[in-house]
């Protein structure tokens, strides 16, 4: 049964810096294209970064350019993303996804009505004082 299980989500001080995690269970992430979206309430899901299989195409939405990186881990199945600089309207559920093969631009996966193959369940992110 293929899984992407997110993990690494807490609540955190605006300032703050976060590390999530996106394994993979019964699927390799290396060879597809990830994307991490997120949901605040009552708004509509949102890409926040993509990286191609390649790991040399990615994309960062620009409310987190300079603050979000995307990583990959082969070893470990697992693909991350560090938030640094955190701030309030960065609070959400945080999703990772998978394609293979990517055979579309990064830029035009990381939209949420992209149809990825899989989709994890999701990890809360809240960003307060």
């Known amino acids: 049964q293929v899984q992407l299980v997110e993990s690494g989500g807490t609540s955190v001080q605006p300032g703050g810096s976060l590390k999530l995690s996106c394994v993979g269970s019964?699927?390799?992430?290396?060879?597809?294209?990830i994307g991490w979206f997120r949901q605040a309430p009552g708004q509509e899901r949102e890409g926040v970064s993509c990286?191609?299989?390649?790991?040399?195409?990615?994309y960062y939405a620009d409310s987190v350019k300079g603050r979000f990186t995307v990583s990959r881990d082969n070893a470990n199945n697992a693909v991350y993303l560090e938030m640094n600089n955190l701030r309030p309207e960065d609070t959400g559920v945080y999703y990772c996804?998978?394609?293979?093969?990517?055979?579309?631009?990064?830029?035009?996966?990381?939209?949420?009505?992209?149809?990825?193959?899989?989709w994890g369940q999701g990890t809360q992110v809240d960003v307060s004082s």
């Open positions: 996804a998978a394609e293979y093969p990517d055979l579309r631009s990064i830029k035009d996966m990381c939209v949420p009505t992209f149809d990825f193959d899989y």
């Open positions: 019964g699927y390799s992430l290396r060879f597809s294209a």
């Open positions: 990286i191609g299989s390649n790991d040399r195409d990615i």
